[in-house]
C-alpha cells in the first residue's frame, strides 16, 4: 500500500478482554516495529520484526502480550486479558530493512481504551 | 528505556520566529532521528544526521550533531503556524531499534 496501515484506529474494550491489533507495512518492508505511547509520553519500544521473525522481543511489557508478522507482511499484536494500564496508542512502523540507517514510515495508530 | 531526551519539554514562539530544541542522549549511537507528531498519532520523519556526521540541513530545518557531548539540537527558522506539533530525537545503536525521546511540544502563536 502507499503508507502504512493500522486497523482498527480506535478500539474500547472492558477489562479482562482480549484484543487484536493489526497492521499492514509498506509493501515490500521487510522490517515492521510496534511502539506504544501513553498520554503525553515518549514512545515505548515493544517488538521489532526482520522478515517474519522476531528477533527483538525485549519491550514487550508482560506475557499478555505477543506479536506475529506472516508472510512478511502484515503483523498482528495481541493483548490478552486487558487491564487500564494497556490504555495507549499503539504505533506501528516499518522500512526497507535493508540497512540500519533507515527512517521509519508509522502508521496513524490504534487508541486503545481499556474500561 | 529512554535514550534521549528532550529539552524544553514545551516551547511557545510567535510566527515568524526561530524554535531550537535539545536532545542529550547516553551511550555511542549510529545515528540520530528527529521525528514530528501531529494531534497524538502517527510521526512523520524530519531529518537522520549519522555519527560521522556534525550537521545537516533540510528546507527550514537544521540539526546539529556533537557526539562529543552525546547531543543534538533542531533548529526550526522562521517557524509557521503548521509547525505546531511534538518533536522527538530517536537514536539507533547498531540495532535497527530507535528509541525515543519524551518530545518537546512546540505552539506556534500567530
Known amino acids: 500500500g502507499a503508507g502504512v496501515s493500522q486497523s482498527p484506529s480506535n478500539k474500547v474494550t472492558e477489562k479482562g478482554k482480549d484484543v487484536e491489533l493489526r497492521c499492514d507495512p509498506i509493501?515490500?518492508?521487510?522490517?515492521l516495529y510496534w511502539y506504544r505511547q501513553s498520554l503525553g509520553q515518549g514512545l515505548e519500544f515493544l517488538i521489532y520484526?526482520?522478515?517474519?521473525?522476531?528477533?527483538?522481543k525485549s519491550g514487550l511489557p508482560s506475557d499478555r502480550f505477543s506479536a506475529e508478522r506472516t508472510g512478511g507482511s502484515v503483523s498482528t499484536l495481541t493483548i490478552q486479558r486487558t487491564q487500564q494500564e494497556d490504555s495507549a496508542v499503539y504505533l506501528c512502523?516499518?522500512?526497507?530493512?535493508?540497512?540500519?540507517?533507515?527512517?521509519?514510515?508509522f502508521g496513524s495508530g490504534t487508541q486503545l481504551s481499556v474500561l | 528505556s529512554q535514550q534521549g531526551e528532550e529539552d524544553p519539554q514545551a516551547l511557545s514562539i510567535q510566527e515568524g520566529e526561530n524554535a531550537t530544541m535539545n536532545c542529550s542522549y547516553k551511550?555511542?549511537?549510529?545515528?540520530l532521528q528527529w521525528y514530528r507528531q501531529n494531534s497524538g498519532r502517527g510521526l512523520v520523519h524530519l531529518i537522520l544526521?549519522?555519527?560521522?556526521?556534525r550537521e545537516k540541513h533540510s528546507g527550514r530545518l537544521r540539526v546539529t550533531l556533537d557526539t562529543s557531548k552525546k547531543s543534538s539540537s533542531l533548529l526550526i527558522t522562521a517557524s509557521r503556524a503548521a509547525d505546531t506539533a511534538s518533536y522527538f530525537c530517536a537514536t539507533e545503536k547498531y540495532d535497527y531499534k530507535l528509541s525515543f525521546g519524551a518530545g518537546t511540544t512546540v505552539t506556534v502563536r500567530a
Open positions: 520484526f526482520q522478515g517474519n521473525s522476531a528477533p527483538d
Open positions: 509493501s515490500g518492508h521487510t522490517a
Open positions: 551511550t555511542s549511537i549510529n545515528n
Open positions: 544526521i549519522r555519527s560521522n556526521e
Open positions: 512502523a516499518s522500512s526497507s530493512g535493508q540497512s540500519n540507517n533507515e527512517k521509519l514510515f
